[in-house]
């Protein structure tokens, strides 16, 4: 069964630094989106990806984040520098369509640490 | 904005009763409501989808309800194993493409 992947599942950095975390959708999934998940809460998006292009980049932290997804397939999510607020699950997913039948599909996630 | 609640924050229960996890949402406009298990640590496994149109929808021991004019989304779980223990979160998609908004999650625990 096809599966989202992420990497690295765990991630240790020291504020200030920057970090990369990389997603690869299901093959043929348009859609890609980045959330992020404190602990406790449920995760909320940060970019929506409509095969190259940003659709939705509402709730991103311009300043320290940033987000690609140059061939229309995989992506990373970049912060720099990275900040002890930080600290959580980051989840790639990606869906066939659009809306308002598709299921999203979600990888494992990359989890961070900001000491 | 819209906002997703689910209540309980947590839930505890012995093996084999029958329970509701209970879900609201302030703008009743969705286009979908999905339901979602997450273990520990782990990402998120869709469990069920239920359309704007429709009012529920089942599978297996699952059943999930939906009531729009009430803000209102149920998953019922008959049967529970020690299996279902994990965090289960419902989201609403939005109006502006199918971004997710997520409830906070009901964490149940199912005691043998």
């Known amino acids: 069964e096809a599966e989202v992947a992420q990497s690295p599942r765990y991630k240790i950095t020291e504020k200030s630094q920057a970090v990369a975390f990389w997603c690869d959708p299901i093959?043929?999934?348009?859609?890609l989106y980045w959330y992020r998940q404190i602990l406790g809460q449920g995760p909320e998006l940060l970019v929506q990806f409509q095969d190259e292009s940003v659709v939705d980049d509402s709730q991103l932290p311009k300043d320290r984040f940033s987000a690609e997804r140059l061939k229309g397939v995989d992506s990373t999510l970049k912060i720099q520098p990275a900040e002890l607020g930080d600290s959580a699950m980051y989840l790639c997913a990606s869906s066939l369509e659009t809306p308002p039948t598709d299921t999203q599909y979600f990888g494992p996630g990359t989890r961070l640490t900001v000491l | 904005k819209q906002e997703v609640t689910q209540i309980p924050a947590a839930l505890s229960v012995p093996e084999g009763e029958n329970l509701v996890l209970n879900c609201s949402f302030t703008?009743?406009?969705?286009?979908?409501l999905q339901w979602f298990r997450q273990d520990p640590g782990k990402g998120l496994t869709s469990l069920l989808l239920?359309?704007?149109?429709?009012r529920e929808q089942t599978s297996g021991r699952l059943n999930a309800s939906l009531d729009k004019s009430s803000g209102r989304s149920t998953l019922y779980i008959a049967a529970s194993q020690p299996g279902d223990s994990a965090t289960y979160l419902c989201?609403?998609?939005?109006?502006?493409?199918?971004?997710?908004?997520f409830g906070g999650g009901t964490r149940l625990m199912v005691k043998p």
């Open positions: 239920i359309q704007s149109s429709q």
């Open positions: 703008d009743s406009a969705i286009y979908n």
């Open positions: 989201a609403a998609a939005t109006r502006a493409g199918n971004m997710l908004t």
């Open positions: 093959s043929g999934h348009a859609t």
